[in-house]
């Protein structure tokens, strides 16, 4: 079990064949661990796969959805589809084969893969852990810095640096021959001794799990410090929308809307949402990361399969749950995906004499138009049976609406 990144972390056999000794008799798992685990990878590693595609398809076809915060998921999607396809299901090979099966091309690019994965995920999770802090307690410095083009750029730099981090495993991985007395097996392993790669995986340890946490931990705690202990600041580009109606006996009734109490409840909303993800990472990669950490300092590794099997299923599961959590925690994302796959029911159309098409956005927080907490609701094909007896001059100019007999009512509408 040596073939990449999780396999690596069980044995140092490239020492133990360096002097033409066999490894003794070798044994195939089990057909229960087999069976066990190809199902527990495919499972796992099929949500996840169909889940971040779908996160990705959402954002990218949906307007509304194009906000800074939803760009850094989509960085991390596709990050966490690289390390389901890479790191999983190369392990439902070796499960069947008991080898590596992919060459020497293939154990070069899956293990890069699978690096720039696991490093872009935790820079995108530390990424948007920022953002939310910028937004929320320096809502003025939001408005220049939580920009959408700015994330694109963010994301961009991110790739770009961990690409270029990752190419050192094109020249520290290779494949090796493990020669049993037995049967002869070929591995995706280290290239020089086991000993030479600590100082990478502490600096891993340090860089995109540490690191990360402390600063999230720092991060949410001020971010809570503001949500809970303090009132939410208002946004200054908020106006509060007055409505004035006509009504029988020449009375006249003003209602105000303001957004401030949407704003609240949508910035909680992401900031729960994206604090789950956090959680779930920092616990997820607890095990793997502990073992890299045990295995530096002793003299035989400890490489218990059923607790290898343990720590790969939390890393694929990391990176498969975060659609779920966003499907849970967020309307917006769960009206999407509900758009996407076609579930929601379809409205027959209305007769155009009792329709009211409204399209409204009541936050606008940057100065391009976007904002980390983007909101948009749409009505459409709202029928009431006082629409159409609204007088056209009390709707806005880009609302439609159409009626056959106006006349006045006594409702109060509030937008």
Same mark, same amino acid.
């Given at each position: ?35 066990a ?32 915060t ?50 872009a ?64 097996l ?18 891993d340890? $340090? @860089?995109?799990? &540490? =690191?990360?946490?402390? !600063? ?5 705690? /001020? ?5 809970? %202990? ?18 029988q ?25 994206? $604090? @789950?993800?956090? &959680? =779930?990472?920092?616990? !997820? ?5 502990? /073992? ?5 300092? %002793? ?5 218990d ?12 599961l990391?990176?498969?749950i ?16 509900k758009?996407?796959?076609h ?73």
């Open positions: 079990m040596d073939n990449i990144t999780l396999d690596n972390i069980a044995a140092d056999n490239d020492t133990l064949v360096q002097d033409n000794q066999t490894l003794g008799m070798w044994t195939d798992y089990s057909i229960e661990y087999k069976v685990s190809i199902f527990l990878v495919s499972l796992i590693c099929g949500v996840g796969i169909v889940g971040n595609v779908m996160v990705i398809m959402v954002v990218l076809t949906t307007k509304h959805m194009r906000t800074p939803n760009c850094y998921l989509v960085s991390l999607a596709v990050a966490d589809l690289m390390v389901l396809t890479a790191a999983g299901l190369p392990n439902i090979s070796e499960a069947v084969y008991g080898e590596w099966v992919y060459g020497y091309v293939g154990c070069l690019g899956i293990t890069y893969f699978q690096y720039l994965g696991i490093n995920s935790s820079c995108s999770i530390t990424a948007f852990t920022v953002e939310r802090y910028i937004a929320i307690c320096h809502p003025i410095k939001a408005q220049f810095l939580c920009t959408l083009s700015r994330a694109k750029k963010i994301i961009i730099v991110v790739w770009a640096l961990t690409s270029v981090y990752c190419v050192m495993w094109f020249f520290l991985s290779d494949t090796k021959e493990l020669v049993y007395d037995n049967v002869v070929v591995t995706c392993a280290y290239k020089v001794s086991r000993n030479y790669y600590l100082p990478i995986y502490f600096t340890f $340090a @860089v995109f799990y &540490v =690191l990360p946490l402390m !600063l999230a931990t720092i991060l949410y705690g /001020l971010i809570a410090k503001i949500l809970i %202990l303090n009132p939410l600041p208002s946004d200054p580009k908020e106006k509060t929308k007055k409505w004035k109606k006509e009504m006996g020449g009375r006249i009734i003003t209602s105000t809307n303001t957004s401030s109490s949407t704003t609240a409840a949508s910035r909680r909303q992401v900031t729960k949402m994206l $604090a @789950v993800v956090v &959680v =779930l990472f920092a616990l !997820l990669w607890m095990p793997y990361r502990t /073992l890299v950490v045990v295995n530096s300092f %002793l003299h035989t590794v400890y490489q399969a059923n607790f290898l099997l343990f720590c790969r299923l939390c890393i694929y990391n990176s498969a975060n659609p779920v959590i966003y499907n849970a925690m967020s309307q917006k994302f769960r009206a999407a995906f758009k996407l796959c579930c929601g029911a379809r409205r027959a159309p209305k007769p155009a004499s009792c329709s009211v098409q409204l399209t409204y956005s009541v936050i606008k927080e940057t100065s391009n138009g976007e904002s980390p907490d983007h909101f948009t609701t749409e009505m459409d094909e709202l029928a009431r049976p006082t629409d159409h007896f609204l007088p056209r001059s009390i709707l806005p100019a880009n609302h439609k609406m159409s009626y056959e007999e106006p006349q006045l009512s006594s409702s109060v509408v509030k937008a």
